[in-house]
């Protein structure tokens, strides 16, 4: 797993677990950021999630959670009631104003982590029993 990250392109937090697995190239072009940028941070498999404050490509303060590559049916994976994927983005996405409006607001941020982490290990195939370790509270 990564340290949390901040993305200067797109003004993001993210953190990021990597299956161990090479990726195949990625060849599309992200705005703000140069190709071999992409290629070195996405050089592996990997499933991401972090907050965006409302930037430019999304609009809205929002979590979100993608897979690269995306492993068949991840936009259709069981989800929270508060989740949707966005075909657009390639990604899931929790609307911050989702989150503010919850009962528990940590609840539904770590389901919507678990969910989709779940997700991208699960239909990507990851060895997940030498990649993953109890979580320290017993919430992931």
Known sequence: MSPVHFFWGSFDLAVTRFSGRPAPPITS???N???WVMQEAYSHEVSSCGFWPGNG???RPAFFSYAYPEPAGFADAPMTPLTYYD???GQFILP???VRQASSPDDAVMDYLRH???AAAKLGL???AALERPSPDSRL
């Open 33 to 35: 950021l140069g190709r």
């Open 87 to 89: 075909g657009d983005l």
């Open 29 to 31: 072009d992200s705005p």
């Open 96 to 98: 911050y104003d989702s």
């Open 57 to 59: 490509g999304f609009g």
């Open 126 to 128: 990851w060895d997940r």
């Open 116 to 118: 989709t982490y779940e």
